[in-house]
């Protein structure tokens, strides 16, 4: 019998000197392995995906040539259940970054205790460049090629970055036309017309508002006079943007692709939502003031809330960053060397696997729906939303004041043990 090897090599597609998003997931994992107990001994599981499925997407573009794109699939981890986790549509998706996402969302289902493992998938493409038809065709196949691998009992794909309800709807019809009947629980973030849940659409933005308030609560801050900076005006960003106006805070700063404004007395978050509905971005919005991208970062504010995309807070400005608290609202949007230089800063960050979990809890309950057809309303769903986020907060800050770790550790801690725990129980096939 050979003895284990001290450390895990890497897998042979990646590559040590490039890992990306996932050289960030290895780093977090190594940090928290310490707090892990007898259970540090399955530890290596949590250091490769299961599956990673690596697919090619031929569409017929509308000028009658062929294009191929690069998809992925990747199920991370599924001790708990089936794999879960949204698909984004990007021109820089990596194998590396849909690897490290499908991990965050292992942790992050873990970290709410709902019953899943975690997965990811994306397609290396800028959609933006496709007409709705070419973006159509792409999803379909896409959604027949990773087919083998997904299913209400398998694995769940969601919207995450550049993919929306129509395009669950897609996934959703593609899914059951192969199956041969229609299947409304492959995946979440459906039109509730189609079997989606009341609530969604604002799910993860509302857990961003809620577990940001009662972080608030620990710390001494006033929600309802704090200024908020943005970063990040979609799904995410904007419908937190839109809580903590409604709370009374003031959003004095929003940074998207196209651009960054700036109100110091609080922007109109409505009409400025109305805007981007309307235009695409925030670039242009009349009531603000236009200021330089790199300038967003020491905009005088209390809370910070990066909700774009990956490695934004990093070496080059966490040390100019003026709030009290960062909310990441987004996947991985701190370095682990930025996370460093804000501890030492003391901002608070509350990490994006148990930040941004609000949207999952919520699919969870689309899906928990489409099985019993039975659907519930809107304020019960809200309810059960914040009662699981706070609940889940509390517990992962309590885990930090036990062992002096920063909040991204406590929830890496709560998840890592109960998802190597499920390991244990489970045992090695065969
Ligand atoms: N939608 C969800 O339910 C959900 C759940 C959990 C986590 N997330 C994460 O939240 C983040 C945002 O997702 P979303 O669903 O809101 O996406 P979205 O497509 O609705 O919005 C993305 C926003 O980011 C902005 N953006 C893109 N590139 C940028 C750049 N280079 N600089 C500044 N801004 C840029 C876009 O302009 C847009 O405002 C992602 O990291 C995603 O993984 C989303």
Sequence with gaps: MSAAPASHPLPSYLQANNLGPWGVYLQQVDRVTPYLGNLSRWVETLKRPKRALIVDVPIHLDNGTVAHFEGYRVQHNVSRGPGKGGVRFHQDVT????????????????????????????IRVDPKTLSRGELERMTRRYTSEIGIIIGPNKDIPAPDVNTDEQIMAWMMD????????????????KPVDLGGSLGRREATGR???????????????????????????GNVGGIAGK??????ARVVAVQDHAGTIFREAGLDVPSLLRHVAHTGS??????????????????????????????????????????????????????????????DRNVLVLPDVIANAGGVTVSYFEWVQDFSSFFWDEAEINARLVRIMREAFAGIWQVAQDNKVSLRTATFIVACKRILHTRELRGLYP
């Design 282 to 343: 925030v670039a242009g919005f009349a009531q603000a003031e236009a200021i330089a991208n790199d300038l967003f970062w020491e905009v005088d504010c209390d809370i910070l809330i990066p909700a774009a995309l990956e490695q934004q807070i990093n070496g080059s400005n966490a040390g100019r960053i003026k709030a009290r608290m960062v909310i990441e609202g987004a996947n991985g949007p701190t370095t682990p060397e930025a996370d460093d230089i804000l501890h």
């Design 95 to 122: 194998l590396s970054e849909v690897m490290a996402l499908s991990a965050w969302m292992s942790i992050k289902n873990a970290a709410v205790n709902v019953p899943y493992g975690g997965a990811k998938g994306g």
């Design 243 to 248: 809580l903590f106006a409604e709370a009374g």
């Design 174 to 189: 593609t899914y059951s036309m192969n199956q041969g009947s229609t299947a409304t629980g492959v995946v979440t973030g």
């Design 207 to 233: 857990g961003v508002f809620t577990v940001g308030a009662e972080a608030a609560k620990h710390i001494g801050m006033d929600i309802s006079t704090a200024r908020v900076a943005v970063q990040g005006f």
